[in-house]
């Protein structure tokens, strides 16, 4: 089924699929025909990527860009097999983030390590290399030509290393990957929306990420557009509750730094307790149950991100 959110200035968001409705978008910016694809989700999500283009009246050779935020594999897991779907367009990707692509060997060793290998091969598979010659090595200050149209790369680190956002100033809109947090619709409260920090392993940076948030609040974009999920306002507000929440997951890891094997157990924990918390504040109207299910891969993947950073800070 295809899920196609339709806003100004020619961006779209595609629900993936990946996992679940609703987890997952890819963006699209179209600007006289020639399209920019952001983020690719995990290869599974070629066929509604098609599927979007023919909807919107374009062709595969209609894509002159896929632009990766970061190469984890949710952003960066559908890279190949788009770029053998689209002939003429070319992989923007952070420095960092090419020779991933070009060759996935060590990326997905390091995604098996994290997840661990079955979970590994189910969620994504080995993913299909990219031709080096097809990559385009993009940082900070980078600017694509989308048919005149310019997209500017950000380098924004603090989730990962190899993170980039982009910027569309014709739409004052920025692209945040997952700098900028998740915000997951089922807990908007009257069109309100939450938002949660995300400390992945194995490059989480606490004192980088408020430095890339403080940056994007610093623009004064009309809207963000998060890979999980798609378009949100409030701004500025968000970019608070974010400051706010990084400050507490550090609090927590910093609260069990010596708590022995059970510590990312114990990191879990405190972090289960900061979103009962927050479900207050927030005043979430979905069930205890329904919205920790709503949350939980995230704040398990939180807990392991937090329990790495304690040894490697
Ligand atoms: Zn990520």
């Known amino acids: 089924m295809l899920e196609l959110l339709r806003y100004d200035h020619g961006i779209y968001a595609l629900d993936s699929g990946y996992l679940r409705p609703q987890l997952a978008a890819i963006h699209l910016i179209v600007e006289q025909g020639r399209v920019v694809i952001i983020d690719t989700a995990s290869y599974t999500s070629r066929a509604r990527v098609v599927d979007a283009l023919h909807v919107l009246g374009l062709t595969p050779a209609s ?23 689209f002939p003429d367009a070319r992989l923007v990707v952070h420095p960092r983030g090419v020779a991933h692509m070009a060759d996935p060997t060590k990326l997905f060793a390091a995604v098996r390590a994290v997840y ?6 189910r969620l994504y598979g080995e993913p299909t290399p990219v031709p080096a010659d097809r990559i385009i090595a993009a940082g900070e200050g980078f600017t694509l030509e989308l048919a005149g149209r310019p997209l500017v790369c950000w380098d924004t680190p603090g989730h990962a290393r190899h993170h980039l956002c982009l910027w569309d100033p014709r739409s004052s809109g920025l692209f945040t990957g997952d700098i900028f947090g998740l915000s997951f619709r089922e807990l908007d409260v009257d069109g309100r929306p939450s938002i949660l920090p995300t400390t992945t392993p194995t490059q989480f940076d606490p004192a980088a990420m408020h430095h890339s948030v403080d940056r994007i609040l610093r623009q004064q974009p009309a809207a963000v557009y998060l890979t999980h999920f798609a378009r949100v306002g409030e701004v500025q507000r968000l970019g608070g509750d974010l400051h706010r929440l990084i400050d507490a997951h550090i609090a927590i890891a910093e609260r069990e730094r010596d708590a022995g094997p ?32 709503v949350l939980r891969a995230d704040i398990e993947l939180n807990a392991q991100g937090l329990h790495h950073w304690l040894d490697h800070a």
Not at 63 to 83: E, N, S, W
Not at 116 to 121: K, N, S
């Open 116 to 121: 661990g290998a079955a979970e590994a091969d």
């Open 262 to 293: 059970d510590r990312e157990a114990r990191i879990l924990e405190g972090l289960w307790a900061l979103m009962d918390a927050e479900a207050e504040r927030q005043g979430w109207q979905l069930g205890w149950e329904q919205w920790r299910e």
């Open 63 to 85: 894509v002159d860009y896929v632009f990766l935020t970061h190469i984890h594999l949710d952003h960066a897991g559908g890279a190949g097999v788009l770029m053998q779907t």
